[in-house]
């Protein structure tokens, strides 16, 4: 199975500020036959089920502010805030979907408000 | 509007059984992947199972596929989760995900149930 590491497990960034995650994958997620990385990002607040902001690496899902990017290929990916606000404030997890399941997560990356 | 709804947990003791159930609406339930996805209280998630839209195809985790069966019945909307000899460790909310595609390839989960709670004590 692809393991899938994130890191920090825990990062506080200044309001206003920009907060990078990374994930790194044991296996490429590039497809090479349609250039498509499979890896999604997730946000999750307290008491409530995840939300999906990213996937194929980089595209954002529809009503995800623009302050979220999601960069990298193959094996090493990241989720950018580029400016933190307030309710941003949450754990936010990689998983990969390449190939046939099991679609693994990442550990989780908890985000405060330094 | 896509509605996912986990039914079927609770307390169960340590070497029992449940089945959990996700009611779908809003969709067309039989043209979807699904997925159960679970999250042990405050630790991270963890991926449980998939099954493509027409059950031919199922997945698991290889840690839980001897003791886990997922299926669903198209006719009624609705997936299952079976779960036996069940340990303190597997006390966890249980969610329900639904995929973008119907054979587990090219397939990402954008919609969320809100999950069930199983407790595993005595």
């Known amino acids: 199975d692809i393991v899938m590491t994130q890191s920090p497990d825990s990062l506080a960034v200044s309001l206003g500020e920009r907060a990078t995650i990374n994930c790194k994958s044991s296996?490429?997620?590039?497809?090479?036959?349609?250039?498509?990385?499979?890896l999604a990002w997730y946000q999750q607040k307290p008491g409530q089920p995840p939300k999906l902001l990213i996937y194929w690496a980089s595209t954002r899902e529809s009503g995800v502010p623009e302050r979220f990017s999601g960069g990298g290929s193959g094996t090493d990916f990241t989720l950018t805030i580029s400016r933190l606000q307030a309710e941003d404030v949450a754990v936010y997890y990689c998983?990969?979907?390449?190939?046939?399941?099991?679609?693994?997560f990442g550990q989780g990356t908890k985000l405060e408000i330094k | 509007e896509v509605q996912l709804v986990e039914s079927g947990g609770g307390l169960v003791q340590p070497g029992g059984s449940l089945r959990l159930s996700c009611s779908a609406s809003g969709f067309t339930f039989s043209s979807y992947t699904m997925q159960w996805v679970r999250q042990a209280p405050g630790k991270g998630l963890e991926y449980v199972s998939t099954i493509s839209s027409h059950g031919g195809g199922t997945y698991y985790a290889d840690s839980l596929k001897d003791r886990f069966t997922i299926s669903r019945d198209n006719s009624k909307n609705t997936l299952y989760l079976q779960v036996s000899s069940l340990r303190p460790d597997d006390t966890a909310v249980y969610y329900c995900?639904?995929?973008?595609?119907?054979?587990?390839?090219?397939?990402?989960?954008?919609?969320w149930g809100q999950g069930t709670l199983v407790t595993v004590s005595s």
């Open positions: 296996r490429t997620l590039l497809y090479s036959s349609n250039n498509k990385n499979y």
């Open positions: 995900v639904k995929g973008v595609s119907s054979a587990a390839v090219d397939d990402y989960f954008p919609h």
């Open positions: 998983q990969h979907y390449y190939s046939t399941p099991p679609y693994t």
